[in-house]
T-cell receptor
Framework: DAGVIQSPRHEVTEMGQEVTLRCKPI?????LFWYRQTMMRGLELLIY????????DSGMPEDRFSAKMPNASFSTLKIQPSEPRDSAVYFC?????????????FGPGTRLTVT | AQSVTQLDSQVPVFEEAPVELRCNYS??????LFWYVQYPNQGLQLLLK??????LVKGINGFEAEFNKSQTSFHLRKPSVHISDTAEYFC???????????FGDGTTLTVKP
């Protein structure tokens, strides 16, 4: 298996622009998570899905952030409009969620820089 | 709700020395416990997990952890570290049958020659 795939790996954009991050989870995994990691705030859970349905989005910073999972093999995290304080590494992770296997498999991350 | 406290933000150690990274958790219900490692510029990867059974759990790269229910701890240990173990280590907890985990703030392990 190729693992969790994220694209792009790096994104540099100007303040006010729309940013879309993409994630392909491991096939057969029921859970998908979006995290943000910064030096100041550490690793933050933004939102997670179970069987394509958003379960908890309480970590989404504000209305500028939105996430979708239209099918079991694809998810997006969108920031519109982007701001410099959104600069961070964004991770997608997936988890089997069956047979009590709740460990998470992380993608390589997308490093977002908003200037 | 669960919470996780990693007691040391940074742990410097010399190569071939033993190391212990400390993790305490709080929860009113039964939990699963995990340790993840993050190497520079990479995502997190699972080191080991405790779901049930033996309280001593062995993971990859020679790491092990012991679940102590009375002390609500899940400390990570390695008897002899290598330079390549330099990384950030995260302890995580999740409720039994819950999908998400709560992560600690991380401990940066630096192994010096």
């Amino acid at each position: 298996d190729a693992g969790v795939i994220q694209s792009p790996r790096h994104e540099v954009t100007e303040m006010g622009q729309e940013v879309t991050l993409r994630c392909k989870p491991i096939s057969g995994h029921d859970y998908l998570f979006w995290y943000r990691q910064t030096m100041m705030r550490g690793l933050e859970l933004l939102i997670y899905f179970n069987n394509n349905v958003p379960i908890d989005d309480s970590g989404m910073p504000e209305d500028r952030f939105s996430a979708k999972m239209p099918n079991a093999s694809f998810s997006t995290l969108k920031i519109q409009p982007s701001e410099p304080r959104d600069s961070a590494v964004y991770f997608c992770a997936s988890s089997p969620g069956v047979l009590l296997l709740y460990e998470q498999y992380f993608g390589p991350g997308t490093r977002l820089t908003v200037t | 709700a669960q919470s996780v406290t990693q007691l040391d933000s940074q742990v410097p150690v010399f190569e071939e020395a033993p190391v212990e990274l400390r993790c305490n958790y709080s929860s009113s219900v039964s939990v699963y416990l995990f340790w993840y490692v993050q190497y520079p510029n990479q995502g997190l990867q699972l080191l080991l997990k405790y779901l049930s059974g033996s309280t001593l759990v062995k993971g990859i790269n020679g790491f092990e952890a012991e679940f102590n229910k009375s002390q609500t701890s899940f400390h990570l240990r390695k008897p002899s570290v290598h330079i390549s173990d330099t990384a950030e280590y995260f302890c995580a907890v999740s409720k039994v049958n819950a999908g998400k985990s709560t992560f600690g703030d991380g401990t940066t392990l630096t192994v010096k020659p």
